[in-house]
């Protein structure tokens, strides 16, 4: 049965790359079906099939499968990490005691005692049944689906080690057949030594799965994030009534209200009262809007000051804030490359492996080399082949770069952001709150006159800010504490609020009003030259102007601004010694941007960008040849950080732009940025040595192994050694500065 519909399915059971690789296949075999399995986020986009005969055809595959929003992809993968964590801590507590003591007891004969032999396999046996239970599994679900992984060479090397062990122990091992060190020749029974390889490789490759699992447990976390934002009741307003409903009640066209410091529910249109809107989770920007009758509100914005009644423009999937989240779930599916050529080389590289080690051991049987001899040879290519390494590649370096990260404030969330961190030549940088304080300052206080007393004037206006919790009124105050004109704040009678321009009151007597120029002009204030200087030289200049009036009169005008951060300049020269182009991205106007643009040395400036419009800006980029790293913080940042070839989050960021991120820079200084980037970059290169060592070692080894050159112990050892070079090699990340 077909279905027009795209189905978006949870999978479950992938363990990499391979098996999506194999979903797909699978489903794309039937007539009229498309299908797209992103193993990063462990979901399929189907099309042409009806939901029951998708999912069937999936678990005819070995793999599960259920609609999204009906298994909870963040509870599925923290029960896969906890799993991961359970067998590999009891592998490790079991073989670290079966090394020990068994490689004491097999090369030292006078101390062992009767039973040593049974007593190892005896803690070999819950590592290599239950320990190594998913590499089985996988393995057992490859042959019956006719395809190879990785899993089949691990499953097969332990449960091979693990049987000849047992085998060569209960019809006892020769008595003048040893093994060849390097330095000697072993004594008999050494054959069990062969446990630890079974055990060792079981460690080894647990430990690089559960690190992978946690690398890749918040590829889906940025809906639930979106989720939180938006509001889950409105207050429908129907003949004057007032009635609290789940928001899929509310529709476009409905009348619904807002009080003070509830959330907005839907996009919408102001028609009654007046209020501040806090934008910042959307639009990223200080200063609030003055909503009043005939503004258009989005859902998600929070209301400061007042009641306001708004319409219904647009409700649920239509929202702009739904469209943020899909636009940055889009972007998210792009799918890694780095494991990726792992699993094609892998889906290659074992076929050929199995095959040459049946070749193997008929050639050594054949040829008169003994049933031992051949076993022997064969074994070893299959150890030494056990693609540990590859294994190990990503998931080590991933660890030891991203924990070197956390001791320097930065966060790198997966391979994505390793890959793309090689590529970018541009740096987008978002202005509020990212390249600026986010915090709105009073960058300069100019007197209209040469008798204006600035301090009074201060005094003043402070004091009609004195019980306000807009943005200005805390840059004013914070302006007139620091000429000391605020310890005895004087009282204000019949202050009132004029929405969307300010303030008036009476203050010892005097008629003040606070406010921007249409403030200004409507109450008919007298404005000398000085003080209309300063207002256009603010506007000018990208601030806000904000004038004081006196007895209806200009006395003197503020300039407030969202400052930039003081390393900002040094951070952008940084950027160009790394060969890195950089662009300004904010909402501000032309005027304000160019103005941060030159104080910061950016080669690009791009200005009043509404939100919806940052995520297009970014393809626009990458449209045009350009590799992007986007550097925000804002929930209206999130798609274009999703976007991006490489997205950037700072701390004081937003939880959901965050999640939208590869890499989360927690240090509160913007030089983290590229610190993230170089970081990146080397973990990225460590990545790519550990995966050519591994594939050299592997392809070198094979030939050795085969010719019977190496015994199964030496070979488990060399194998063993290829990984311990891994990791060391991934250990010297720690030394990164």
Request: hydrophobic share 50%; aromatic share 4%.
């Amino acid at each position: 049965m077909t279905s027009t519909e795209a189905l978006q399915l949870q999978i479950g059971g992938m363990t990499c790359s391979a098996c999506a690789t194999q979903i797909e296949k699978r489903l794309s075999r039937i007539d009229g079906v498309r299908a797209s399995v992103n193993y990063a986020t462990e979901q399929a986009v189907v099309t042409g099939l009806d939901l029951a005969t998708a999912v069937t055809a999936v678990e005819r595959a070995g793999y599960s499968a259920a609609p999204v929003g009906q298994v909870d992809p963040v509870i599925q993968t923290t029960r896969r990490i906890t799993a991961l964590r359970r067998r590999l801590v009891v592998a490790v507590l079991l073989t670290m005691p079966l090394m020990d003591i068994g490689l004491v007891l097999a090369l030292a004969p006078q101390l062992r005692f009767p039973g040593w032999d049974w007593l190892l396999v005896a803690l070999a046996l819950p590592v290599v049944v239950w320990c190594a239970g998913p590499f089985h599994r996988a393995m057992w679900s490859n042959l019956r689906h006719g395809t190879t992984s990785m899993d089949t060479l691990v499953s097969l090397g332990v449960l091979s080690s693990f049987t000849w062990s047992v085998v060569s122990i209960a019809i006892g091992a020769s008595d003048h057949e040893g093994y060849w060190l390097g330095y000697g020749i072993t004594p008999a029974g050494a054959d069990t030594l062969y446990l630890d390889v079974a055990a060792g490789v079981t460690c080894f490759l647990l430990a690089g799965r559960y690190f992978e699992a946690r690398a890749k447990r918040s590829a889906r976390s940025v809906l639930t994030a979106l989720g939180r934002l938006a509001a889950t009741r409105a207050r429908l307003l129907v003949d004057g009534v007032e009635t609290v409903v789940p928001i899929s009640d509310l529709h476009r066209g409905d009348l619904f209200v807002t009080l003070a410091g509830e959330t907005v529910a839907a996009d919408g249109e102001v028609v009654e009262g007046s209020s501040g809107i806090d934008t910042a989770m959307m639009t990223g920007e200080a200063m609030p809007v003055e909503a009043t009758r005939g503004t258009a509100v989005l859902g998600g914005t929070v209301s400061l000051t007042g009641r306001i009644v708004i319409r219904a423009t647009a409700v649920g999937s239509h929202s702009q804030l739904s469209q943020m989240a899909t636009m940055a779930e889009q972007a998210q599916a792009r799918k890694a490359n780095v494991q990726k050529l792992v699993d094609r080389v892998v889906q290659v590289f074992v076929p050929v492996v199995l095959g040459v080690v049946v070749v193997t051991f008929g050639a050594w049987w054949l040829t008169g080399g003994g049933l031992r001899h051949a076993m022997s040879a064969g074994l070893s290519v299959l150890i030494i082949a056990c693609p540990c390494a590859l294994g190990l590649a990503t998931p080590t370096a991933l660890m030891v770069g991203v924990g070197r990260g956390g001791q320097l404030g930065i966060l790198i969330k997966g391979p994505d952001a390793l890959e793309a961190s090689g590529r970018i030549d541009t740096v987008v940088l978002d202005k509020t709150g990212t390249v600026t304080t986010g915090t709105m300052t009073v960058t300069s206080l100019t007197a209209a006159g040469p008798a204006v007393d600035l301090d009074q004037a201060m005094r003043l206006a402070a004091a009609l800010e004195a019980g306000s919790t807009h943005p200005i009124a805390g840059a004013v105050l914070a302006a007139a504490r620091d000429r000391g004109v605020t310890d005895r704040p004087p009282s204000c009678t019949d202050l009132e609020t004029v929405a969307g321009r300010g303030l008036r009151g009476t203050v010892e007597g005097h008629r003040v009003i606070l406010g921007n120029p249409a403030m200004i002009t409507e109450n008919g204030l007298e404005t000398p030259a000085g003080a209309s200087d300063a207002l256009q030289t603010a506007v000018s200049h990208g601030a806000t102007p904000v004038a004081i009036g006196i007895d209806q009169r200009v006395v003197a005008v503020m300039a407030l601004a969202d400052t930039l951060r003081p390393e900002g300049p040094e951070v952008v020269a940084e950027l160009h010694r790394m060969g890195l182009r950089t662009v300004l991205l904010t909402g501000d106007t032309r005027a304000a941007g160019d103005r941060a643009g030159r104080a910061l040395g950016c080669d690009e400036v791009l200005a009043e960008v509404i939100p919806t419009e940052k995520a297009a800006v970014i393809e626009r980029l990458r449209e045009q040849g350009h590799r992007v790293a986007m550097v925000g913080d804002g929930i209206n940042d999130a798609a274009a950080l999703a976007s991006a070839d490489l997205g950037l989050a700072m701390v004081t960021g937003t939880d959901i732009a965050m999640r939208s991120a590869d890499i989360i820079c927690v240090r509160r200084h913007l030089g983290v940025v590229p610190d993230a980037i170089r970081l990146a970059r080397k973990t990225l290169r460590t990545i790519r040595g550990n995966l050519v060592w591994a594939f050299v070692y592997n392809i070198a080894a094979i030939p050795i192994a085969a010719a019977g050159l190496l015994n199964p112990l030496i070979s488990g050892l060399a194998m063993s050694l290829s990984s311990l070079l891994v990791v060391t090699n991934s250990l010297r990340l720690k030394s990164f500065e």
